[in-house]
């Protein structure tokens, strides 16, 4: 069995950038930084940041577009995915990003346009079709809307159709 699961909590570094395809699916990518603090051998308090690209798509990246600001806390879930191309150079590029299937927005700061204590915004597969788009409560009074969208996959596809899309 394999997985591929990523779960990110960290904060945008930037705010989302959404573009559209020609095929008219709308693509979103931002970054998030996420740190790690430790004491080294000699008690001294250490801290290393990591910077991760995210993309989310259709639906997701309308949502991302309208509610995401730089310096929110976000929860990512989703997967790894490395892309190559060829660039302008003719040298050969790579590019590892986190595809995200969904993501949890923390508390709402002040003077943004976020839901009041958080959302959970999902790409559901069910086979549910009222409950697409559906905003539903939790206990805790988070909304949750789940999109029902079929994953989208940029890799290995041999149709000439496909869309590579390099930020």
Same mark, same amino acid.
Request: net charge neutral.
């Given at each position: 069995?394999?997985?591929?699961?990523?779960?990110?909590?960290?904060?945008?570094?930037?705010?989302?950038?959404?573009? #559209?395809?020609?095929?008219?699916?709308?693509?979103?990518?931002?970054?998030?930084?996420?740190?790690?603090?430790?004491?080294?051998? #000699?008690?001294?308090?250490?801290?290393?940041?990591?910077?991760?690209?995210?993309?989310?798509?259709?639906?997701?990246?309308?949502?991302?577009?309208?509610?995401?600001?730089?310096?929110?806390?976000?929860?990512?879930?989703?997967?790894?995915?490395?892309?190559?191309?060829?660039?302008?150079?003719?040298?050969?590029?790579?590019?590892?990003?986190?595809?995200?299937?969904?993501?949890?927005?923390?508390?709402?700061?002040?003077?943004?346009?976020?839901?009041?204590?958080?959302?959970?915004?999902?790409?559901?597969?069910?086979?549910?079709?009222?409950?697409?788009?559906?905003?539903?409560?939790?206990?805790?009074?988070?909304?949750?809307?789940?999109?029902?969208?079929?994953?989208?996959?940029?890799?290995?596809?041999?149709?000439?159709?496909?869309?590579?899309?390099?930020?």
């Amino acid at each position: 069995m394999n997985l591929n699961k990523v779960y990110l909590i960290g904060r945008l570094t930037q705010d989302p950038e959404v573009k #559209s395809i020609p095929s008219g699916q709308n693509v979103a990518s931002f970054s998030l930084a996420t740190n790690r603090v430790w004491n080294n051998q #000699s008690g001294q308090k250490q801290e290393q940041v990591e910077f991760h690209n995210i993309v989310v798509w259709r639906k997701l990246a309308d949502i991302a577009g309208q509610y995401l600001k730089k310096g929110q806390l976000l929860m990512v879930e989703g997967r790894l995915q490395t892309r190559n191309w060829v660039g302008q150079d003719g040298v050969k590029r790579y590019r590892t990003e986190i595809v995200a299937e969904n993501f949890q927005m923390g508390p709402k700061a002040s003077g943004t346009s976020a839901p009041s204590k958080g959302a959970t915004f999902k790409n559901s597969t069910t086979a549910n079709p009222a409950s697409a788009s559906s905003v539903s409560t939790q206990p805790e009074d988070i909304p949750v809307i789940q999109i029902e969208e079929e994953p989208i996959s940029t890799q290995g596809n041999d149709d000439s159709d496909s869309e590579v899309v390099p930020f």
